[in-house]
């Protein structure tokens, strides 16, 4: 299984990938720290600075949350839920934590696979 | 197939069905105008006044958000993402709109089955 | 939440309607009898004599089995899965019965919405 | 992201672990060869020799089929749907190649996280 992961854009010099790179990688946008019992809000993002196309055979099919090896939850978008045009996908989960977490997120595209985002660890304070 | 629906509980008396109902509906939470190609957030809520379980043997599986008869997005849920307590279900869809939409959405309990959300319209300004 | 369903294709006239409606028609395949804690067999087929067509932008995205108001399982697809050519999408689930069965189907076409299935009763013996 | 891997079972000593990797480990059971354009089975078990739990708080919630780095399709599970019995959950996708596939499948255990295949090849004749 091969895994897509980030990599700094602002490192690499060709443009064309710094753009496939980035369009592909899944972020994760939330706080470093949580309560426990209370509803936590976590953005999977795909993309930061450069939009991936929402083309019929060309689009983010889903993206995954997991907690280490458990995975949370997994959204699936059907083609044309973009617009059709270049988007930064995104979805917000709502999680309540019991201990601290370490966020992952999965972002599949029906061309080029499989990324990983980075880990994001939180808290619970 | 049997489809639940929300019914006004303010109308039930019974406090175990309101109870019953109303934390199985979705519920659809956006703005009700939208302009063409930019992106739009659709909330849904299981459950508005009441909390829904998170227990293993009965939870809240998948909600499914639906334009018409094209649906959107799924996302599907572990058990324990809400911290095995009561809890209203969330999740943030964004969508961009082509033209005017009839979101509806769907919930899926373990226990309790299928439920429809009531429509909700967006115009396209 | 409009539920198409199947109606005999041999008491409609236009060849272009039974073709509609017998395409996306989702049926269920499997004995009538079962063993209590025996695996049980279960096809779902899309389309009995006329195929879908499997393009990006036109094809069947997922089939669901349900028991009654109990979902067992849901198969989602990418498209191309059946070579991009018109067929007859299928998938065998394997369940396992604690007593009798109402086992129905639902397909979704990402251009022409929701099919159910007849119900199909499997008695334990 | 951990991915767990089958290991030879026959090399390793102690049961439990046997049991272990066994019960979770994907396999994939399918012909070497198919024809271009034509319906392809392709099963998909989880465990060979030992069966997995069908626990509400543990049990096989899903299993991928990936051709390469493109997802083919994704089966979801509800707890109970192998009787609440140990088993080897199974499920028959059909797939139309175009050309060779190396076919990987990947199984997700609520309490054990996710676990690959070994890849299993298939020439277009």
New interface residues.
């Given amino acids: 299984?091969?895994?897509n992961r980030y990599v700094d854009i602002s490192t690499i010099d060709r443009e064309a990938k710094k753009d496939y790179i980035d369009r592909h990688s899944a972020f994760i946008i939330a706080e470093n720290t949580a309560k426990?019992?209370e509803?936590f809000k976590v953005k999977v993002k795909v993309g930061d600075e450069y939009k991936h196309p929402?083309?019929?055979?060309h689009f983010i099919?889903w993206v995954q949350l997991?907690d280490?090896?458990?995975?949370?939850?997994?959204?699936?978008?059907?083609?044309?839920?973009?617009?059709?045009?270049p988007?930064n996908?995104?979805?917000?989960?709502?999680?309540?934590?019991?201990k601290n977490m370490k966020l992952?997120s999965?972002a599949?595209c029906?061309k080029?696979?499989?990324w990983?985002s980075d880990e994001h660890l939180v808290e619970i304070l």
């Fill in positions: 299984m091969k895994i426990v019992g509803k929402d083309d019929f055979d099919a997991w280490g090896e458990n995975m949370l939850a997994q959204a699936n978008f059907t083609a044309g839920a973009m617009g059709s045009q988007e996908l995104e979805v917000d989960f709502y999680v309540v934590p019991k992952i999965m599949f029906t080029h696979g499989l990983q």
